[in-house]
């Protein structure tokens, strides 16, 4: 299979979670971070388990606890908990500093090299993010502001590791132990949550079986593939569709008004995710 056709399929992954911040306010006003994290990582990660029946074993017990942690528990506690106190645009805009760490954390972790095209075009793709969801009304909560940053820092770790820890098992398998791991971390922490059970209604039901089975389990085994055949740092870069996505999805779905600036991030982050491909390409074939 090609590198582009690696490239479109690893994409689909962020142009799905775009869809989050929709289910989120439509389907789980009500729910906490803690409680939405739970209960998206767990069940999912339970279901997969049952299709692979294959648990790890020895050191790689540990490492899936530490995976479950970064891509999971923490990353998604503190996503959720800054789309609560932050709007819509200024979590996104935190989300879009995560090719930053990878692209360092790589170097690190993995020894790959750093390309200053790389850096131009992240952080061009965190302007276009800004004039894709940014407004004149978006305000700064500073704990909301701390947890997507370091919501962002948990997933772009987790990243890296999921290319420096490759069991010898299917894309299938290796998510379901990271989602299943991630959900037993909570497990624990979830009878403090300010949400009750009771309060739980069939629309929320609706919301976190979409988040999931879609959003995590689907989405998941997809970008986990993509992690193992490309690049995490062109991995990560994908992951600017997101907002894009979301941007669309709140036009198309709710009805929200798309403005010139939105139009030119679209570009901009398109273009950046284009440049930084291009960029990540040269540097395999150079090394």
């Known amino acids: ?81 800054a789309a609560y106190r932050l709007p819509g645009g200024v979590a996104a805009v935190m989300g879009a500093l995560q090719p930053f760490v990878v692209i360092f954390a790589s170097r690190f972790l993995l020894g790959s090299p750093i390309k200053s095209l790389s850096l131009v075009a992240v952080a061009a793709g965190a302007m276009g993010v800004a004039l894709l969801v940014l407004t004149p009304e978006a305000s700064l909560d500073k704990w909301g502001v701390i947890a997507g940053i370091a919501g962002s820092t948990s997933m772009a770790l987790g990243t890296v590791l999921s290319r420096k820890w490759q069991p010898p098992v299917s894309a299938l398998t290796f998510t379901s132990w990271q989602l299943t791991a991630g959900g037993l971390i909570l497990l624990p922490f979830a009878p403090f949550a300010p949400t009750a059970w009771s309060e739980i209604n069939v629309t929320n039901v609706l919301g976190i079986a979409y988040l999931g089975l879609i959003g995590a389990a689907l989405t998941y085994i997809v970008w986990l593939r993509g992690i193992r055949l490309i690049q995490p740092s062109a991995a990560s870069i994908l992951g600017l569709l997101s907002p894009l996505s979301a941007t669309l999805l709140g036009w198309f779905i709710l009805n929200e008004t798309l403005s010139v600036p939105q139009l030119a991030g679209m570009a901009v982050v398109l273009l950046s995710v284009l440049v930084g491909q291009y960029a990540l390409r040269l540097s395999s074939r150079t090394a």
């Not at 989120?24 to 339970?46: E, H, K, Y």
């Not at 299709?51 to 479950?68: C, D, E, S």
Request: aromatic share 14%; hydrophobic share 60%; charged share 5%.
């Open 1 to 81: 299979m090609s590198r582009t056709l690696d490239l479109v399929i690893t994409a689909s992954a962020p142009l799905i979670w775009g869809s989050s911040y929709i289910v989120t306010t439509q389907f789980l006003p009500n729910l906490d971070p803690l409680m939405v994290s739970f209960l998206r990582a767990l069940p999912a990660g339970l279901v997969l388990l049952a299709v692979v029946r294959q648990l790890p074993q020895g050191h790689w017990i540990w490492k899936m606890f530490v995976l479950g942690a970064l891509n999971f528990a923490i990353f998604w506690s503190l996503l959720f908990f």
